[in-house]
């Protein structure tokens, strides 16, 4: 561990192995449907892995990736991001999937109609009303952590360290 400079993740409560065991998980899962799934190759698998390793590293941790980069430095902006991908998901997964079952022409237009029609619900400015303050309380401790680290002017300099040195070691 030292010899590694790994820091200690502290557990406050009981969970699977670790914290690095259940993110390992979550992205091998996420990896393996993927590729399996037929929407790319694991060469292209590992390309976007390492992408997301420098990121993650560049941005100091998930809150830096999270605000710094995907929330363009703004945990309002992160709030908006997260609500469209949380409204618009399920629709994008279930319409994903119709194409990979290879349906007869006629059912699986049938089947996207009736998503588009279900999916409707997320244009509702109650429905993301909600949504977008379960995403802020969802998402609060990353929020809290990214005001802890100094927000966007502290981000933008510590990113383009870490970036540079990533670069270095390639």
């Not at 059912?107 to 995403?135: I, M, Q």
Request: charged share 15%; proline share 2%; with cysteine.
């Amino acid at each position: 561990q030292e010899r590694l400079r790994l820091d200690v993740a502290v557990l406050r409560k009981e969970m699977y192995g670790h914290a690095i065991n259940a993110l390992n998980a979550a992205l091998s899962n996420t990896a393996f449907c993927l590729v399996n799934g037929g929407v790319c190759s694991m060469e292209d698998m590992d390309k976007s892995v390492l992408h997301l390793a420098k990121l993650i590293v560049a941005s100091g941790g998930a809150s830096g990736a999270m605000v710094g980069i995907v929330g363009g430095g703004s945990p309002q902006g992160a709030t908006l991001l997260f609500t469209d991908m949380m409204l618009g998901a399920p629709v994008a997964m279930s319409a994903c999937l119709v194409s990979w079952c290879h349906l007869p022409h006629a059912l699986a237009a049938a089947c996207l109609a009736l998503l588009r029609l279900l999916g409707g619900y997320a244009s509702l400015s109650f429905v993301k009303r909600l949504a977008t303050w379960f995403v802020g309380l969802w998402c609060g401790p990353c929020f809290a952590r990214w005001s802890a680290l100094g927000g966007a002017k502290a981000f933008q300099e510590r990113a383009i360290q870490r970036m540079s040195k990533i670069e270095e070691m390639d």
